[in-house]
């Protein structure tokens, strides 16, 4: 028998879903936890001057690198804005399913060279590696950290890093986050706005849920201990790995 405390109060570092039916939601109403909302970090797009300044010609590249939704967004807003328009040609690489069907807001992907990575950056290299003479831009955030673009230089490839968007950290000086069981991020620098608002924050009984292995790496080098991590064969969402956790540690449900 488990001796974890039940999860009674859950912080998620995303803004409160518009969706009713937000499987949120109904966690919240499947075992009584009490679910709040609170964006942890802001979005700030790179503006087109600021782009320029990059000395960066996006129709001088043959194949994209797109790890992230939010990567796909700032990018075809700041093409758009630039009235830019990429060849039939062009070649794109993501990570994950979710990345490339996002593309379709943007894209006909049936008329271009899509290549799918499975969870992570590096599961890219081997798709990269074949296309190894290809030009590749990778739009990523400031400060932006891939083992997959060290690896593309270390094999000799041409990639060149363009900044797209910053994150911003929010002031969140008016929440108690020891009010809180569970702890949800999303973002290394969802785990990175934890510490430098609450830089005496001690995890203690706090439980950690982490999506995607970056945010799990920061957390981890920050000292904290992640007890619920996603996603996973099994459990590819948030909400699926929390309520196995939940299951796991004899929380019933109400």
Avoid at 212 to 220: D, K, L, N, S, V
Wanted: charged share 25%.
């Amino acid at each position: 028998m488990s001796t974890a405390k039940p999860i009674h109060t859950m912080l998620v570092s995303q803004p409160a879903p518009a969706d009713a039916s937000s499987p949120y939601l109904s966690l919240s109403e499947k075992y009584g936890i009490r679910v709040e909302f609170r964006k942890f970090i802001q979005i700030e797009g790179t503006t087109v001057n600021e782009f320029r300044k990059q000395g960066i010609n996006p129709l001088d590249f043959t194949a994209i690198l797109f790890t992230s939704k939010i990567a796909v967004d700032h990018f075809f807003k700041l093409m758009t804005d630039m009235r830019l328009e990429f060849p039939a040609e062009t070649k794109y690489f993501c990570v994950g399913e979710s990345t490339s069907k996002y593309l379709q807001k943007y894209i006909q992907l049936r008329k271009r060279k899509l290549f799918i990575g499975d969870r992570t950056a590096m599961d890219l290299l081997p798709l990269v590696a074949k296309h190894k003479n290809e030009k590749f831009l990778f739009p990523c955030s400031h400060g932006h950290r891939t083992e997959l673009i060290y690896a593309m230089k270390e094999k000799g490839m041409d990639v060149t890093e363009s900044v797209i968007y910053h994150t911003v950290e929010s002031d969140l000086s008016d929440i108690n986050v020891k009010d809180y069981d569970l702890l949800c991020f999303f973002s290394p620098s969802g785990v990175q706005a934890l510490h430098t608002n609450f830089p005496q924050f001690v995890q203690g009984d706090t439980r950690i849920a982490v999506f995607g292995p970056t945010t799990a790496e920061e957390a981890r080098n920050s000292g904290l201990n992640v007890d619920i991590e996603a996603p996973s064969p099994n459990m590819p969402s948030m909400t699926a790995a929390i309520e196995a956790y939940v299951k796991s540690i004899g929380q019933s449900r109400i």
